[in-house]
Nanobody, 122 residues
Framework: VQLQASGGGSVQAGGSLRLSCAASGLTFGSADMGWFRQAPGKEREIVAGFTWSGGIKYFADSVQGRFIISRDNAKNTVYLQMNSLKPEDTAVYYC????????????????WGQGTLVTVSS
């Protein structure tokens, strides 16, 4: 299984970025997907995720209303649209597939991609 994240970069506060995560080697349409981030000196945290059907979506309180998660099963790709970015959103963002826990609080996933760095300047 490979997850290839892309789309990170530098942006000013208030700006937007869209992250992409292309998956291969798994049955994408039946895998719960998630986006995590890890800021310097902090633990990794889940940002957003959804069930394989897309019927249940989860967002961390800190990004609720600003971030949008979506998936294109035909392209085996999941997206994270990040709007109204803040300096505190600065982190390495990771995509993950195959949630193994029932809760979205501190969930665990089977597969992880490499990170993509997002830097938001004030």
């Amino acid at each position: 299984v490979q997850l290839q994240a892309s789309g990170g970069g530098s942006v000013q506060a208030g700006g937007s970025l869209r992250l992409s995560c292309a998956a291969s080697g798994l049955t994408f349409g039946s895998a719960d997907m998630g986006w995590f981030r890890q800021a310097p000196g902090k633990e990794r945290e889940i940002v957003a995720g959804f069930t394989w059907s897309g019927g249940i979506k989860y967002f961390a309180d800190s990004v609720q209303g600003r971030f949008i998660i979506s998936r294109d099963n035909a392209k085996n790709t999941v997206y994270l649209q990040m709007n109204s970015l803040k300096p505190e959103d600065t982190a390495v963002y990771y995509c993950a597939a195959g949630r193994t826990t029932s809760s979205w609080h501190n969930p665990t996933f089977n597969y992880w991609g490499q990170g993509t760095l997002v830097t938001v300047s004030s």
